[in-house]
C-alpha cells in the first residue's frame, strides 16, 4: 500500500456548487480523519470515522457538510452550497493500532 | 482538552545553523506530542512522536524533540540546517489513554534557510 490518497487533488467551484471529495486510507487502518487548513493555520478536525461509525464531529462541521465511510474502507465527504469561507485544503488522514496518523496529500478547494 | 503553542510563526536560520522550534502544550491528561512537517501544497508528514516511551525522541531528518513535564514543552531541534529543512512545522498533541483519537495542532512555524 502506499499511503493515503486523495482525490482530486484541485477543485475549483462556484458558490452554491456541490462538491465531492474521497479519500482512500491506508487498507489496515481502521480509523480514518477529516481534517480542514486554511491559508496559515493548523489543520483543524472535522471528523473521525472508527471503522464505519462516524464517532466524533467538530462543531466546524455545519449542517452543509457530510461524511461517510461505507464499509469501513474509503471515505467521501461532500460539501453542500459551497460559500467562498469554505475554500481550504481538506486534509484526510488514517491511523491503524499506533500513535501518529498518516496524512494524504490534500484537495486544495476554490469556491469563486 | 488539549492545545499546543508554538511560539514564533517564522524562524530564519543560516544553512548549518542550529534549529530550535518551540512547541508548549496544555493537556488535562497525559499527552502524546508530535511533530509533523508540511511542504507547499503537500499533507503532513509525521517527523516524530513523543508516547511516553522516552522524554528524548528521535526522528527523521537528523530532527530531535525532548519532552519536558516540567516546562510543559516539547521544542524540535536540528543541530545543522539544510536548504531541504525551509518547510512549515506543526506541533500536535493527543489525549494519552482516552477514547479521544483527535490530534489538536498548532498554527505552525514556517522555518527559512538562508544559504
Known sequence: DTGVSQNPRHKITKRGQNVTFRCDPISEHNRLYWYRQTLGQGPEFLTYFQNEAQLEKSRLLSDRFSAERPKGSFSTLEIQRTEQGDSAMYLCASSGSGYGYTFGSGTRLTVV | ?115
Not at chain 2, 12 to 25: D, H, K, P, T
Not at chain 2, 63 to 75: L, V
Not at chain 2, 86 to 110: D, H, I, P, S, W
Request: proline share 4%; hydrophobic share 40%.
Open chain 2, 1 to 115: 482538552a488539549q492545545s499546543v503553542t508554538q511560539l514564533g510563526s517564522h524562524v530564519s536560520v543560516s544553512e548549518g545553523a542550529l534549529v530550535l522550534l518551540r512547541c508548549n502544550y496544555s493537556s488535562s491528561v497525559p499527552p502524546y506530542l508530535f511533530w509533523y512537517v508540511q511542504y507547499p501544497n503537500q499533507g503532513l508528514q509525521l517527523l516524530l512522536k513523543y508516547t511516553s516511551a522516552a522524554t528524548l525522541v528521535k526522528g527523521i531528518n537528523g530532527f530531535e524533540a525532548e519532552f519536558k513535564k516540567s516546562e510543559t514543552s516539547f521544542h524540535l531541534t536540528k543541530p545543522s540546517a539544510h536548504m531541504s529543512d525551509a518547510a512549515e512545522y506543526f506541533c500536535a498533541v493527543r489525549a494519552m489513554n482516552t477514547g479521544f483519537q483527535k490530534l489538536v495542532f498548532g498554527t505552525g512555524t514556517r522555518l527559512l534557510v538562508s544559504p
